[in-house]
Each structure stands twice: as C-alpha cells, then as structure tokens.
C-alpha cells in the first residue's frame, strides 16, 4: 500500500506511523475479525484523507504542531473512512472490496454491522484523545452526520428514474466530499497554518472529493472488474445511478427509462447494454469535463498557498486522481 506514497518522502515516514496505530486500534478479542480489519486496511487503500490531512498541516509552523496529535487525527480519518465502507458493502451485498472478501461475505451482515460500529466507536476515541476541548470535535459529530445524512441521501433516490444533478450531488457533498473536507479543513488548523489556508482548506478538499467521486462513478462504466476491484456494474444494478448514466439519461430519456422502469430486475446483460448506452450517448465524456472542473477548482486555490514540497505534493495528488484508468 504505502508503496503509493514513494514519491512523498516528507509525508510516508508519517503515514507508516498512521498505519501502525491504525492496526494498534483494530485489536479484538475475536483475532479473525482482527486479521480481516488488518488486512482490509491494508489491502490497496491510498490512505488519500489522511495523506491530504498531514499534506496541508505541513503547510503550518512545525513549532506549534503536536505530532502524536497529527498521528491520531490522521489515522481517525481513515478508521472512520473504512467504517463507512464496511456498511456500504452490507447495503450493497458486496462480496470484494479492493480485490478481497468483504467482511459481511466472510462473516455475515450482523458480524459486518458490529465491525463497522467498532470502528466508528475507534473514530471518536482517537478524536476526544487528540482534540479535546476543540471546536473540531463538534465538527467531527457534524461531519459525520452529515456523512451519513449523504448515504440516506444516495438510498433515498435509488430506482429513481428522475434523480437529478442536483440530487447526485446533495449525496456526494454527504458521503464522499465532506470526509475530504474534514481531511484538508482539520491538517490546515491543527497544522497552524496561516489564516488564509485554512480559509481555502475546506474548499479545496470538497471540490476534491466531489471530483474523486465522480471519476469514481466513471470508473464503473470503463474499468474491468480487475482493474475495479470489485464487481462492475454494481451501482446500476443496485439502483444507485451516478453521473455518468443520468447526465446521457437527460440527452436520451425515452430510451433508457425501458431499462430503469426494470429496477431490481434488470439483467446482467441488460446492465451491459445500459452501460453500452451511456459511453456511447457521451455520458462518460460529460461526467468527466464535470470532474475536470472541480479538479481545476481545487487546483486553483491549491495555486494560492504557500510555495513549498508540500504544496506541490497537494499539485500532483490532486493531479493523479485525473490520470486514473478509465
């Protein structure tokens, strides 16, 4: 996993300490449960939050910075981040999650809804640890509501042939882009960074995360389940229509509705040819210019902090998510 990191020395030294206390945290009695967290952790996850968390608090005065504070924010980021995943595979009956078994195929949903409660409860431990009596643990609870308001969000409107744009993005501001927001938001401030970057942190890591998102939701409609990592297509078939399908959905109407108005009993085959459908109505292509215009957002308040590696290293991550295969 950290060998993504190679190319950040300032940060990977910090990000291998994260990985420690995160496998630390994962310590039950149960050891399989242990050994399958341990290894979901690591199982090719970039640790993309808490390396932007550790990114813009490089940004601040090292004299004023707690270090096992930074740790345990960093790593409370991405415990609270694989809590959310492991529900998602429970609502989705996923059986992979990055290329292994999820927990709720290995063991079942109600081990799988224990596990992903453990780790919230893991969340707000390492949080009151690190940040009591900060504003910012407020804003950890109001985060995480608004997280979870984004999944109610995404489930509301599944099977619904007439979600919107605007719809689409009320859940990914929830469940996708208010983590990055709290990721940046919290390294500028605990970082103590200047007053203008962390007025600009927020916004970075929501237009970020808007746009990781959406070329995520592309994603579904390009990669193989190899490249994926967990089956293709699952989102349609789950009711759940991203970017790519609603935006050739608005241009052609009358010609996907016959496939939606099947819902749940839409075919693998009839899923193929809807996919079919929306590469060759352009709605790849849209969802894409869309996820560039958030990326270059993001890249233009990025151009306004302060010169240094850090800087450039939030430039080139920032640029990488543009360059994953699809």
């Known amino acids: 996993m950290l060998s993504y990191w190679n190319d950040y020395p300032t940060i990977q030294n910090k990000l291998q300490i994260v990985c420690s206390l995160i496998e630390k945290?994962?310590?039950?009695?149960?050891?399989?449960?242990?050994?399958?967290?341990?290894?979901?952790?690591?199982?090719?996850?970039?640790?993309?939050?808490?390396?932007?968390?550790?990114?813009?608090?490089?940004?601040?005065?090292?004299?004023?910075?707690?270090?096992?504070?930074?740790?345990?924010?960093?790593?409370?980021?991405?415990?609270?981040?694989?809590?959310?995943?492991?529900?998602?595979?429970?609502?989705?009956?996923?059986?992979?999650?990055r290329g292994t078994q999820t927990v709720q195929s290995r063991y079942g949903k109600d081990i799988a809804v224990y596990t992903g409660d453990l780790l919230f409860t893991e969340f707000f431990?390492?949080?009151?640890?690190?940040?009591?009596?900060?504003?910012?643990?407020?804003?950890?609870?109001?985060?995480?509501?608004?997280?979870?308001?984004?999944?109610?969000?995404?489930?509301?409107?599944?099977?619904?042939?007439?979600?919107?744009?605007?719809?689409?993005?009320?859940?990914?501001?929830?469940?996708?882009?208010?983590?990055?927001?709290?990721?940046?938001?919290?390294?500028?401030?605990f970082g103590h960074t200047a007053p203008h970057v962390q007025?600009?942190?927020?916004?970075?890591?929501?237009?970020?995360?808007?746009?990781?998102?959406?070329?995520?939701?592309?994603?579904?409609?390009?990669?193989?389940?190899?490249?994926?990592?967990?089956?293709?297509?699952?989102?349609?078939?789950?009711?759940?229509?991203?970017?790519?399908?609603?935006?050739?959905k608005a241009e052609q109407p009358d010609i996907f509705f016959p496939y939606l108005e099947k819902e749940d009993k839409i075919t693998p085959q009839e899923s193929q040819e809807v996919a079919d459908l929306v590469v060759k109505y352009n709605g790849v292509e849209m969802a894409k210019d869309i996820a560039r215009r958030y990326t270059q957002k993001a890249l233009a308040d990025i151009a306004t902090l302060p010169e240094g590696e850090a800087k450039e290293m939030l430039q080139l991550l920032t640029t990488q998510l543009l360059l994953r295969s699809y």
């Open 199 to 248: 007025r600009v942190a927020g916004r970075i890591g929501r237009n970020i995360g808007i746009a990781f998102q959406v070329y995520d939701d592309i994603l579904d409609y390009t990669a193989d389940e190899e490249t994926l990592k967990k089956p293709i297509l699952e989102d349609l078939a789950q009711g759940v229509y991203t970017l790519p399908l609603l935006l050739a």
């Open 25 to 97: 945290q994962m310590r039950v009695r149960n050891k399989d449960i242990q050994e399958t967290l341990i290894d979901f952790s690591q199982a090719g996850g970039k640790f993309l939050r808490p390396a932007f968390f550790l990114l813009f608090a490089s940004l601040g005065d090292p004299e004023k910075q707690d270090e096992e504070q930074l740790i345990k924010i960093a790593a409370s980021l991405e415990i609270l981040h694989m809590a959310t995943l492991i529900h998602d595979d429970i609502i989705d009956d996923s059986p992979l999650r």
């Open 125 to 189: 431990k390492l949080t009151i640890e690190a940040m009591n009596g900060s504003k910012f643990l407020a804003i950890n609870a109001r985060s995480m509501h608004r997280l979870l308001l984004g999944e109610l969000d995404q489930m509301h409107t599944r099977y619904n042939k007439n979600e919107t744009f605007r719809d689409y993005l009320r859940s990914v501001n929830g469940k996708t882009a208010e983590l990055f927001w709290l990721a940046c938001a919290q390294g500028a401030h």
